[in-house]
């Protein structure tokens, strides 16, 4: 099974920083697309940042060069630095990891992988 876990959440004072992690289960016949969303109270899950398996990443306008998506060498765990953040900032943060076919190889996890969340509050 693949179950991500995120750990890192805390509360700071708006123009603070955060780091992220987020670890799951990896498997050689697999390659993986991880990301981060958010959802704050009584809005919708938004996407918040992504890193595909040959490592090119997308970031949200609203997070765009305040934020940054990493993973390890070994690509076991991934990361979420945020920096400048904002009260509006303020969610639980959700890691989602979709597995692939690694080249010839089948990947036997083909759906995404959500985590429980872990919760970052900014306060002003």
């Known amino acids: 099974q693949v179950q991500p876990v995120e750990s890192g959440g805390g509360s700071v004072q708006s123009g603070g920083s955060l780091r992220l992690s987020c670890s799951a289960s990896?498997?050689?016949?697999?390659?993986?697309?991880m990301s981060w969303y958010r959802q704050a109270p009584e809005k919708e899950r938004e996407f918040v940042s992504g890193i595909d398996s040959d490592g090119s990443t997308t970031y949200a306008d609203s997070v765009k060069g305040r934020f940054t998506i990493s993973q390890d060498n070994a690509k076991s765990t991934l990361y979420l630095q945020m920096n400048s953040l904002k009260p509006e900032d303020t969610a639980m943060y959700y890691c989602?990891?979709?597995?692939?076919?690694?080249?010839?190889?089948?990947?036997?996890?083909?759906?995404?992988?959500w985590g429980k969340g872990t919760l970052v509050t900014i306060s002003s």
């Open positions: 989602k990891v979709r597995p692939r076919n690694n080249g010839p190889f089948i990947c036997p996890f083909d759906m995404d992988y």
């Open positions: 990896k498997y050689i016949v697999c390659t993986y697309a």
